[in-house]
């Protein structure tokens, strides 16, 4: 499925040399990536290894100790999240950031009133609201509080409420957890279908099926730094990547494993 | 009450009764409010066997687990541990007796330190704090380095391995595990069923949930099939695995 | 030397006791989750329990000790968990404030009807030992001091021991952290909850049966206030450090005794010395940030569906004309009453605004309310509406330096830094600037043509047809993107901000909204009452304020409306029947301790009615179901 021959598009995230510590802790360490338009970006790497704290970094929730972060070629150095935003980031939260007391379809309608209200290039909300609950098929639960559905499609709602913003960016924040099989195929669908619209989307995953099935090009996080990237076969077949991530069975690669790929 | 009348007969008369199972939902009804969402469970999990619920999204697997865990009154039907009819037991009361739940989501206490998370397990776990850590330490490192962390500043992950380790260290007699592999990379989740075969060998009775039926399949002895509230088939992994994806592809009511 | 020595010594011993009456506020909320602002009431009724034990029926000293300290506050204590508390875990920061705002009021109330007033001068608490003491370098320090520093160290080092060694002391935090996965992993949650507030109670006990007898005749009032002063050093140790509360206390003794010593008499500062503790509340607030981590998801608050424009368009025409008829009906005080039940209705509908939508706690809105009064007063002569929009603009402008400051904070944080703001204006400003000595300002009534507002009649129906106006304001907000916008920002601030919203903006403009319509409720109450006296914005009404609100149910318009009739009722029924107005307190209190358990307030009750009703008649109304919710993949 994924679009082997699709010419990329320009650089929308340039992130340079970032990194993050807690105390003693070193979350990143000089993390370079960039996500390019017009496809889906994986970014993978054990349990801990900072890719969390990378998206807070990009959104401006969590300030770097060093490096840079780049919007299309804007510098985003030190401006506040909401800016970021207007300048058409949006992400989901690995723990839920679902608008609890609304409904389905009012979490969307805040996203694209939120949209209205700083761009103005912004649709009517309701026609936007309506358009994405059909796209991610939460049609039949548009109208119930979202504090008392399951976490899988709450996860959906927090995607559709980034879409509503109608973003250059993507940040997707292991939006498959919490899925069935179904529709984590339906998710993966509609990844690609949003690149092939022109969007860059940065996609966290543990679901490595899905990430190296929709991935243009694969990043690979462990212990704060890129330790490989590439296109997916590249980095399936990379030893260090098995060693650290994928463990030894390589989920569905049918190469003889080399030393193909590239190191970071 | 018609409800322990009925465990009676199923347990009084004496007679060549094979020991009852550790867990048996017969008819069990639940709902949120006014929301009914178990439509009469029926299942059974035989004594040292790994049975894994499957299901899609939203079909009430965490509810069963709810149900049975204590945390949640059921509206009609019975569970029984071991023989045992719990309805209406409280959490606490089945964790201390051997039942341990590890939720869905995050079962960790944001604001404790890792350390102390794992001190909290010497309630229902025999061992003491040391050798609790030790064993935890032993089989998820990255704990060990992390001791004196708030469990809430540590990533996904690392938060679900502090939830695994109680179940590792409190030895229970039926361990409720629901969606176990949710975030976390495949190196971990191999090596969180492997621990979980392992303690099935050393005769833990285990009910997991799971939606990405794969891993789970390898390791369980039964699983069963759950939509819309109703199990609807209950089997052999492979029998099931073929159910599902019929099921899946053909859309099931 | 030796006097800075005295003042030092004193200071310290002050400090002591805020030390530990604050260590008890830190244990429960450590362990629940909840502050407890009936702690002060609680040693204060400890202290008259051990003086009416010790001193009116003559029972030994230590007898009477164990009694109150280490029998009848804990149990107390672990009743009220039983009782109240319990359902409140995990509700509403403003339910849990006003739920033991409700049981400070209520033991007041007990404390009035039990140990009159009118008799205070004559009740007196020897110290320990007394007249026994030590010679400190050039002071003498007597014995009650020392016991009280000694229980102060033993207790602090106690705890301390307890929390970081003992498996319980563990336990305890657990349990607020997430009470499900306590009692998954085994532990008793309810008793380790009921264990924590006997022992918060206990300190209060023992804090107060220490300071009683350093303040001379015992006063219900004097030794409530300065045990809740404790909030300030708790806050300093951030609600769960017990070394810095410790410390945080021993701080604000000292400041205070130094300021009593050192301030110029009669200067602004001195008058002002009183606010010390709350300033340093605030800018501990404001420096020291803290977040509690939490896990999984929050749920969002329940929010009762707003009628349509059409509805409460309808309804205010309706609610406009009763009280045309009401206002025929009615006279003299009555008529009084119920105007000032509608004025102070505006105010309510400020708080439904900023806490109902936008689930921000103010604890301080009457102050907004009182430089409205004070606007209104001075730029408001005859009437003039220009009075009024002053009334309005001061209070906002007034409301967003407060939300300038307070931002960042949230929930309870956020809530008690209003409250010291509102405290320190208490001093600074409302005891200053409402005539000498408070004797009052003259406020007169707005004026608007074509109705004679100067008549009591006329002036009710301005009320009405203001607080019908804006109640059709706030409704029609609620329905629309800014009440969307408002709940988003309660549920989750994170989320709004990467989507593109300034928060910090949103939170100042619905503070100063709120404020600013707190503001014209002051310009109103003023008209109303001719003479406001600083007594009537104290912040102690503010506390009373948001627990009316939640009474009413706070995110209600119809909410507010009913408490305000019921409060323009009261007095009426008071006049009627005498021997209400001494259990007034009592009943006030008693209905916001029911609040634990209904923590929707009337409002709520007559929406359960209706809905009920509604089924009972046939309608499918809310029954959901939810088979054949197919998801994602269903149209695949
Ligand atoms: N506030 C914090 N204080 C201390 N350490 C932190 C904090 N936030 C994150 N960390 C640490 O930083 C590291 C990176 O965390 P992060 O959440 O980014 O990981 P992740 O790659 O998203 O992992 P996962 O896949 O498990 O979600 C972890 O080891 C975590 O413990
Ligand atoms: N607290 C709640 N209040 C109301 N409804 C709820 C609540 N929790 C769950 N539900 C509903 O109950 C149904 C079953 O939910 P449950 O969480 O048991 O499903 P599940 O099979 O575990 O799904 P998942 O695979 O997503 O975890 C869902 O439709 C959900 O909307
Ligand atoms: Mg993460
Ligand atoms: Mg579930």
Not at chain 2, 1 to 20: D, E, K, L, Y
């Amino acid at each position: 499925m994924r679009a082997e021959g699709n010419p990329q598009g320009g650089v929308v995230l340039a992130v340079a040399e970032v990194s993050v510590s807690f105390g003693g802790i070193r979350a990143l360490h000089q993390v370079s990536l960039e996500a390019r338009a017009g496809g889906v970006t994986g970014l993978i790497g054990p349990n801990g290894a900072g890719k969390t704290t990378l998206f807070n970094v990009i959104t401006g929730l969590e300030k770097p100790t060093q490096g840079r972060v780049g919007l299309g070629g804007t510098d985003l150095s030190g401006m506040p999240p909401h800016r970021r935003a207007r300048l058409g980031m949006a992400r989901t939260f690995q723990r839920l950031e679902v608008f609890g007391s609304l409904s389905v379809r009012d979490n969307i309608l805040t996203g694209a009133e939120f949209h209205r209200s700083w761009s103005r290039h912004a649709d009517d909300p309701g026609s936007v609201t309506e358009e994405i609950l059909d796209r991610i098929g939460l049609r039949a639960v548009a109208d119930l509080r979202v504090d008392a559905i399951p976490t899988g499609m709450a996860r959906l709602v927090e995607l559709g409420r980034a879409l509503a913003t109608r973003p250059r960016l993507l940040l997707l924040d292991e939006p498959g957890s919490g899925l069935d099989e179904n529709e984590s195929e339906e998710l993966g669908r509609l990844l690609v279908d949003l690149g092939e619209a022109g969007m860059a989307v940065l996609l966290v995953e543990h679901d490595v099926d899905l990430v190296m099935r929709i991935s243009e090009r694969v990043f690979v996080l462990d212990f704060g730094r890129i330790i490989a990237s590439g296109s997916s076969s590249e980095v399936q077949a990379n030893p260090d990547v098995r060693a650290a991530y994928l463990g030894t069975q390589p989920a569905d690669v049918d190469d003889p494993s080399g030393p193909g790929g590239g190191g970071a | 009450m018609t409800t322990t009348a009925s465990i009676r007969t199923r347990t009084g008369p004496a007679g060549n009764i094979p020991p009852a199972p550790a867990l048996e939902l017969i008819e069990l009804r639940a709902a949120y409010g006014r929301i009914e969402v178990l439509h009469g469970v029926n299942l059974t999990v035989p004594t040292g066997t790994v049975v894994a619920l499957l299901g899609p999204n939203g079909a009430g697997k965490t509810t069963t687990l709810n149900v049975i865990g204590g945390a949640l009154e059921p509206r009609s039907g019975c569970v029984h541990v071991a023989g045992v009819h719990v309805n209406g037991a409280s959490p606490d009361g089945l964790a201390r007796a051997g039942v341990c739940r590890i939720p869905e989501g995050r079962g960790i206490f944001p604001n404790l330190t890792v350390a102390e998370n794992l001190r909290m397990c010497t309630y229902s776990a025999a061992l003491s704090v040391a050798e609790i850590e030790e064993q935890s330490f032993a089989r998820f490192p990255r704990l060990g380095e992390r001791r004196g962390q708030l469990a809430g500043t540590m990533s996904g992950g690392e938060q679900q391995m502090l939830a695994m380790a109680r179940a590792l260290v409190s030895r229970p007699g039926l361990l409720l595990l629901d969606e176990i592999s949710m975030g976390l990379a495949p190196l971990i989740v191999s090596e969180l069923y492997s621990l979980v075969g392992a303690m099935a060998q050393d005769g833990v009775t285990v009910l997991l949930t799971e939606q990405f039926a794969e891993m789970a399949m390898e390791i369980c002895d039964f699983a069963a099939v759950m939509i819309h509230g109703r199990i609807m088939h209950v089997g052999q992994p492979q029998d099931v695995a073929g159910y599902m994806s019929e099921a899946y592809l053909g859309g099931v009511e | 030397m030796s006097e800075f020595l005295t003042y030092t010594i004193i200071g310290l011993v002050t400090g002591c006791i805020y030390a530990l009456t604050a260590s008890g506020l830190v244990v429960t909320y450590m362990t629940t989750g909840i502050l407890n602002f009936g702690h002060g009431a609680v040693s204060m009724v400890a202290a008259f329990a051990y003086w009416q034990l010790t001193v009116e029926w003559h029972v030994p000293v230590l007898v009477a000790l164990v009694l109150v300290v280490l029998i009848g506050a804990p149990v107390f204590g672990a009743l009220l968990e039983r009782l109240l508390m319990r359902p409140l875990q995990g509700k509403p920061v403003e339910l849990q404030v006003v739920v033991t705002v409700g049981l400070l009021i209520f033991l007041l109330g007990l404390a009035n009807l039990a140990w009159s007033p009118a008799a205070s001068a004559t009740r007196t608490l020897p110290r320990f030992f007394s007249g026994h003491s030590l010679k400190l370098a050039s002071v003498f320090v007597d014995y009650h001091s020392i016991v009280v520093v000694a229980v102060a160290v033993a207790v602090a080092v106690g705890l301390r021991f307890f929390f970081s060694v003992s498996r319980t002391g563990v336990a305890m935090r657990a349990v607020v952290d997430n009470p499900d996965l306590a009692a998954m992993v085994g532990a008793r949650p309810y008793r380790i909850a009921q264990f924590s507030w006997a022992l918060g109670a206990a300190l209060a006990a023992l804090g107060g049966v220490l300071l009683a007898p350093l303040q001379g005749a015992l006063n219900i009032d004097l030794l409530t206030l300065t045990v809740i002063l404790a909030i300030v050093p708790a806050v300093i140790g951030r609600l769960r450090s017990l070394p810095l509360t410790v410390a945080g206390g021993l701080v604000i003794g000292l400041a205070v005794t130094y300021a009593v010593g050192y301030l110029p008499p009669n200067s602004f500062v001195a008058k002002a010395q009183t606010a010390i503790p709350m300033v340093i509340l605030f800018l501990a607030l404001v420096l020291l940030r803290q977040e509690r981590l939490r896990s999984g998801r929050v749920s969002g608050m329940t929010l009762a569906r707003a009628p349509s424009l059409a509805r409460s368009l309808q309804a205010g025409v309706l609610f406009i004309a009763a009280s045309v008829l009401v206002s025929e009906l009615l006279s003299g005080v009555n008529l009084a009453t119920a105007t000032r039940g509608v004025v102070l209705g505006i105010a309510f509908l400020s708080l439904v605004l900023l806490t109902g939508y936008a689930g921000q706690v103010s604890l301080g809105q009457m102050t907004f309310v009182g430089t409205g009064a004070y606007a209104m007063a001075h730029l408001g002569h005859h009437g003039s509406l220009v009075g009024a929009l002053a009334a309005m603009a001061v209070s906002g402008v007034l409301g967003a330096v407060v939300a300038v400051f307070a931002v960042r904070l949230r929930g309870l944080y956020l809530a008690l830094s209003t409250l010291a703001f509102a405290y320190a204006m208490d001093y600074i400003f409302f005891d200053q600037h409402f005539g000498p000595y408070g004797s009052g300002l003259a406020v007169d009534r707005l004026h608007v043509p074509g109705l004679d507002t100067t008549s009591d009649k006329g002036f009710f129906v301005l009320g009405a047809v203001i607080f019908a106006v804006a109640s059709i304001g706030l409704l029609a907000l609620r329905r629309g993107r800014y009440g969307r916008r408002l709940a988003a920002l309660n549920d989750s601030p994170q989320a709004c901000a990467t989507l593109g919203v300034n928060i910090a903006y949103t939170k100042l403009a619905v503070f100063s909204a709120s404020a600013a319509l707190a503001g014209l409720a002051g310009a109103l109450y003023g008209g109303q009452q001719h003479l406001v006296t600083s007594a009537d914005f104290q912040t102690f009404n503010s506390l009373v304020l948001l627990l009316l609100v939640l009474m009413g149910g706070k995110n209600l318009v119809s909410g507010a409306l009913a408490t305000a009739v019921l409060y323009a009722l009261f007095p009426v029924l008071q006049q009627h029947v005498p021997s209400l107005s001494n259990v007034q307190y009592v009943l006030v209190g008693l209905g916001a301790l029911t609040l634990g358990r209904y923590p929707d307030g009337l409002g709520g009750h007559m929406t359960r009615l209706r809905e009920l009703i509604a089924d009972r008649t046939g309608g499918q109304t809310a029954s959901l179901t939810l088979e054949g919710d197919r998801l994602v993949g269903a149209d695949g």
